[in-house]
């Protein structure tokens, strides 16, 4: 049975840093595509970050581009997010996600609904104050 376990959320001042990270296990990790959603009180899920098996090929929603960072290691089953410049409105409930993908180092960037990747985590709050 796939586990993805997140840790690393918390309070943070806006223009601050924080990282995520997700453990996963239950699952041949390199032959899946890791990811991040997000979900703010009263809005949709979002999508943040995705990350082939090989780590090589990563995708961003349009709201974080440049300002996140997704990363994987593989001897480890983990997949981080490296979060920077926060701003209030990156304020959520941040999940990590996972789907079968057996290409290592190819991603399409369509890979980015909710309805594509069928193993979700509980979900770590984050917080970023004004």
């Known amino acids: 049975q796939v586990q993805l376990v997140e840790s690393g959320g918390g309070l943070v001042q806006a223009g601050g840093s924080l990282r995520l990270s997700c453990a996963a296990s239950?699952?041949?990790?390199?032959?899946?595509?890791m990811g991040w959603f997000r979900q703010a009180s009263g809005k949709e899920r979002e999508f943040v970050a995705a990350?082939?098996?090989?780590?090589?090929?990563?995708n961003y929603g349009d709201s974080v581009q440049g300002r996140i960072t997704i990363s994987r290691d593989n001897a480890k089953n983990t997949v981080d997010l490296q979060m920077n410049s926060l701003k209030p409105e990156d304020s959520a409930v941040y999940y990590c996600?996972?789907?079968?993908?057996?290409?290592?180092?190819?991603?399409?960037?369509?890979?980015?609904?909710?309805?594509?990747?069928?193993?979700w985590g509980q979900g770590t709050q984050v917080t970023v104050a004004s």
């Open positions: 239950g699952l041949p990790f390199t032959t899946y595509a």
């Open positions: 990350i082939s098996g090989g780590g090589s090929r990563t």
């Open positions: 996600v996972a789907t079968r993908w057996t290409y290592l180092h190819t991603l399409p960037s369509s890979y980015s609904l909710p309805s594509q990747y069928d193993n």
